[in-house]
């Protein structure tokens, strides 16, 4: 049996490590705010996802999901009270993933889509304990479609680049 049959062959994607990589967790207003919020906040969330190669010449790459969730009061006519901020996570949660034999016209996809998509239920359960632990009902993230989101920003990056 030759050396080359013996050896299993690399899956195409590999998680070799999740971790947070940085977190926060803030209530500006404590501990006024736990007595005066009659309903629940209203919580915006912004996500983003980068992802870049750890080294040049090899095919391990950290990719990141960046959350953040900033939660207002709500006044009774459903506006957010004048500048009453309740709370603000912010999460960056980050996954070591090799890619082995992915041709290079799909690395972006993979990066940008599949990583993401691993890294999510741990993000998302990460963003629901931390405001649960905060004093706060917690913030619940619906399912993301990756592909839609790497969609529009490829679109959108096509219309930058025609405009300059």
């Known amino acids: 049996m030759?050396?080359?049959?013996?050896?299993?062959?690399?899956?195409?994607?590999?998680?070799?490590?999740?971790?947070?990589?940085?977190?926060?967790?803030?209530?500006?207003?404590?501990?006024?705010?736990?007595?005066?919020?009659?309903a629940a906040p209203r919580v915006d969330i912004n996500l983003d996802v980068q992802a870049r190669r750890i080294q040049e010449g090899q095919n391990a790459f950290e990719v990141t999901l960046a959350i953040r969730a900033e939660a207002s009061d709500v006044a009774t006519n459903g506006s957010p009270a004048s500048g009453t901020r309740v709370f603000v996570a912010e999460l960056s949660y980050s996954g070591v993933f090799t890619l082995t034999g992915i041709p290079e016209n799909a690395t972006e996809p993979v990066l940008l889509v599949e990583c993401p998509r691993s890294l999510f239920p741990f993000a998302r359960n990460i963003l629901a304990d931390v405001t649960r632990d905060g004093g706060f009902p917690p913030v619940l993230l619906q399912p993301i479609d990756f592909m839609s989101l790497w969609q529009s920003r490829r679109a959108q990056e096509q219309t930058t680049a025609t405009t300059n």
């Open 2 to 38: 030759s050396e080359t049959a013996a050896a299993p062959a690399m899956p195409p994607l590999v998680v070799n490590v999740q971790y947070i990589k940085d977190l926060s967790f803030e209530v500006p207003g404590a501990p006024v705010i736990y007595t005066t919020l009659k």
